[in-house]
């Protein structure tokens, strides 16, 4: 007898997004709005105003105890335990092959107290990535994904948006830093970190609070014409910004180097690490590169799609869509590194059996100037 796949899990947001008319995916194991309205509109709100995300399907992992940071140390590839309280890391967790697990941003909280925030789809393997890693080390993990909700404000009018709602020290609050304060007299961590391109806060609260916090933001966001924004326009809007995306610019078949991201990984920490030998070895081998691609017509290209150049395959599609800011389709893809400079000529995409020109950049393909 075939098992009934399990329900989407909801986030404390659920009936809100129903209310607001949202379109509903499962992704991740888990029921999210993938737009409300126009998914371009949605792009262009947070470009040049505010969109708010619910993000509460991401993994939240928290690691205490004395040598919390050592542990992390061993089990991810970034230098874990030289964070600053206070600030965040982005970092990924690797196999022992060096295959990427999952990249992942970590907070230090306190001097002994850090949490790992994992994709959605991965959040189970890191954690027992983690908790295995971890043995052996004064430190405890804790599974917190259901401790938390997590709400995104981003834009360039998130800055002044927030300030309405919270007396927390914004101006003093770098990028990829966190701290704790009230928001909308919500007990939150408030986080300057995103995955659009824009300035942005991700704030961290309890799931009762959730709608609340939402309500305010709205309310507070309504002059400057803040949107409610899906999945959908989080995907063009991170392409645009260059940013990658497990499954399909990160896999476990490719290493941080492979991906242009091995200023990640840190040799010089203290002690071993798991995959510090693959790494080694990966840090040297001749690999394809990642890309922009600018459609010359109209065509989009999707994932797996061959990049093409004198009727030889040279790399291939990770990731396609039209892109609102730039009028055009894009696309991000592995090639050769012959092919991989910017204004390289004759390369293309083939869509179905038909070669499509395109012209090759440099990521990212859009940079705030604010």
């Given at each position: 007898?075939?098992?009934?796949?399990?329900?989407?899990?909801?986030?404390?947001?659920?009936?809100?997004?129903?209310?607001?008319?949202?379109?509903?995916?499962?992704?991740?194991?888990?029921?999210?709005?993938?737009?409300?309205?126009?998914?371009?509109?949605?792009?262009?709100?947070?470009?040049?105003?505010?969109?708010?995300?619910?993000?509460?399907?991401?993994?939240?992992?928290?690691?205490?105890?004395?040598?919390?940071?050592?542990?992390?140390?061993?089990?991810?590839?970034?230098?874990?335990?030289?964070?600053?309280?206070?600030?965040?890391?982005?970092?990924?967790?690797?196999?022992?092959?060096?295959?990427?697990?999952?990249?992942?941003?970590?907070?230090?909280?306190?001097?002994?107290?850090?949490?790992?925030?994992?994709?959605?789809?991965?959040?189970?393997?890191?954690?027992?990535?983690?908790?295995?890693?971890?043995?052996?080390?004064?430190?405890?993990?804790?599974?917190?994904?259901?401790?938390?909700?997590?709400?995104?404000?981003?834009?360039?009018?998130?800055?002044?948006?927030?300030?309405?709602?919270?007396?927390?020290?914004?101006?003093?609050?770098?990028?990829?830093?966190?701290?704790?304060?009230?928001?909308?007299?919500?007990?939150?961590?408030?986080?300057?970190?995103?995955?659009?391109?824009?300035?942005?806060?991700?704030?961290?609260?309890?799931?009762?609070?959730?709608?609340?916090?939402?309500?305010?933001?709205?309310?507070?966001?309504?002059?400057?014409?803040?949107?409610?924004?899906?999945?959908?326009?989080?995907?063009?809007?991170?392409?645009?910004?260059?940013?990658?995306?497990?499954?399909?610019?990160?896999?476990?078949?490719?290493?941080?180097?492979?991906?242009?991201?091995?200023?990640?990984?840190?040799?010089?920490?203290?002690?071993?690490?798991?995959?510090r030998e693959a790494l080694s070895a990966a840090a040297d081998r001749p690999v394809r590169k990642l890309v922009g691609?600018?459609?010359?017509?109209?065509?989009?290209?999707?994932?797996?799609?061959?990049?093409?150049?004198?009727?030889?395959?040279?790399?291939?599609?990770?990731?396609?869509?039209?892109?609102?800011?730039?009028?055009?389709?894009?696309?991000?893809?592995?090639?050769?590194?012959e092919h991989a400079a910017p204004g390289t000529e004759g390369v293309g995409v083939d869509i179905r059996g038909t070669?499509?020109?395109?012209?090759?950049?440099?990521?990212?393909?859009?940079?705030?100037?604010?």
């Amino acid at each position: 007898m075939t098992p009934t796949p399990a329900a989407p899990r909801r986030t404390a947001l659920d009936a809100l997004h129903r209310a607001l008319g949202a379109t509903m995916t499962d992704f991740a194991g888990w029921d999210m709005p993938l737009r409300y309205g126009s998914e371009r509109d949605e792009h262009n709100a947070v470009r040049t105003r505010a969109g708010l995300f619910d993000l509460s399907h991401m993994g939240e992992i928290t690691v205490t105890g004395p040598q919390a940071g050592q542990a992390l140390d061993h089990a991810l590839v970034g230098h874990i335990s030289a964070i600053a309280v206070g600030r965040a890391r982005y970092t990924m967790i690797c196999q022992e092959d060096g295959g990427i697990l999952d990249d992942l941003i970590v907070y230090r909280l306190g001097e002994s107290e850090f949490m790992v925030v994992a994709n959605a789809s991965n959040a189970q393997v890191v954690l027992d990535a983690v908790t295995a890693r971890a043995a052996g080390f004064e430190a405890d993990v804790r599974d917190d994904r259901d401790a938390y909700a997590l709400i995104a404000v981003q834009g360039p009018e998130s800055p002044g948006i927030l300030a309405s709602l919270t007396d927390a020290d914004l101006d003093g609050l770098k990028y990829y830093a966190g701290l704790p304060g009230t928001v909308a007299g919500v007990p939150a961590l408030i986080a300057r970190t995103g995955y659009t391109g824009e300035d942005g806060f991700e704030l961290f609260v309890a799931p009762a609070d959730a709608e609340k916090l939402w309500q305010a933001i709205t309310e507070a966001g309504s002059p400057v014409g803040l949107v409610p924004c899906g999945l959908s326009c989080r995907d063009t809007l991170r392409m645009e910004a260059g940013m990658p995306l497990y499954g399909h610019e990160l896999t476990a078949a490719l290493t941080p180097f492979d991906a242009g991201l091995g200023r990640v990984v840190k040799f010089d920490k203290p002690g071993d690490f798991v995959g510090r030998e693959a790494l080694s070895a990966a840090a040297d081998r001749p690999v394809r590169k990642l890309v922009g691609l600018v459609a010359e017509g109209r065509r989009v290209p999707r994932a797996g799609y061959p990049v093409v150049a004198g009727g030889s395959v040279v790399g291939e599609v990770t990731s396609g869509a039209p892109s609102p800011t730039l009028g055009k389709p894009i696309a991000i893809a592995y090639v050769d590194a012959e092919h991989a400079a910017p204004g390289t000529e004759g390369v293309g995409v083939d869509i179905r059996g038909t070669h499509e020109a395109y012209e090759i950049v440099a990521l990212p393909f859009y940079k705030r100037t604010r």
